[in-house]
T-cell receptor, first 113, second 116 residues
Framework: KQEVTQIPAALSVPEGENLVLNCSFT??????LQWFRQDPGKGLTSLLL?????REQTSGRLNASLDKSSGRSTLYIAASQPGDSATYLC????????????FGEGTQLTVNP | GAGVSQSPSNKVTEKGKDVELRCDPI?????LYWYRQSLGQGLEFLIY????????KSGLPSDRFSAERTGGSVSTLTIQRTQQEDSAVYLC??????????????FGNGTRLTVT
């Protein structure tokens, strides 16, 4: 059974810092990995999707890497801003499970002005 | 150009009553998923649809839960004889096609269900 773990559970940083969120998964036979952002009382917003054959994806100040063999992914946020405050979730899918996602518990990020 | 739409946004119901939650996916998305998010827990998969069929219902917690999708579009999640442990946020998501390696999921804002 696939298990996804995110570390740390919560993170508080001053504005402007570069930071790294970590995600690990137990079964390396993944199809893709997605990073999401969730604001309080809202649904999830897809940030980045890395296919199993890829090593990283970038979007603006966000960079996500994937090391399938070791079961790890990192989300790097450059020059953090108060508007980045949210819960960040990573999720993995397997083709044999219909691309349903298995989610981690999330990292709650607070960026202080 | 709307995203995934869910209704109602909030629902308070008495224990034992039935509830229906609705999801309108993004137009043209053939895959539709229901997840549940409980306080202090992660997102829990419930069911997914490819078109109008549900190849995987394994996440439905009991036979009180059922879902259908019509016309390859709107989906309804029904909970019969609600219990307090059913209280959660129910999230719907859609993607362009199931099984596509590069097809991200797009989520609605969810329905917050409270069973009193």
């Amino acid at each position: 059974k696939q298990e996804v773990t995110q570390i740390p559970a919560a993170l508080s940083v001053p504005e402007g810092e570069n930071l790294v969120l970590n995600c690990s998964f137990t079964d390396s036979a993944i199809y893709n990995l997605q990073w999401f952002r969730q604001d309080p009382g809202k649904g999830l917003t897809s940030l980045l999707l890395i296919q199993s054959s890829q090593r990283e994806q970038t979007s603006g100040r966000l960079n996500a890497s994937l090391d399938k063999s070791s079961g790890r992914s990192t989300l790097y946020i450059a020059a953090s801003q108060p508007g980045d405050s949210a819960t960040y979730l990573c999720a993995v899918s397997r083709r044999t499970s219909g691309s349903r996602l298995t989610f981690g518990e999330g990292t709650q990020l607070t960026v202080n002005p | 150009g709307a995203g995934v739409s869910q209704s109602p946004s909030n629902k308070v119901t008495e224990k034992g009553k039935d509830v229906e939650l609705r999801c309108d996916p993004i137009s043209g998305h053939t895959a539709l998923y229901w997840y549940r998010q409980s306080l202090g827990q992660g997102l829990e998969f419930l069911i997914y649809f490819q078109g109008n069929s549900a190849p995987d219902k394994s996440g439905l917690p009991s036979d009180r839960f059922s879902a259908e999708r019509t016309g390859g579009s709107v989906s309804t999640l029904t909970i019969q004889r609600t219990q307090q442990e059913d209280s959660a946020v129910y999230l719907c998501a859609s993607s362009l096609r199931q099984g596509a390696r590069n097809s991200p999921l797009h989520f609605g804002n969810g329905t917050r269900l409270t069973v009193t």
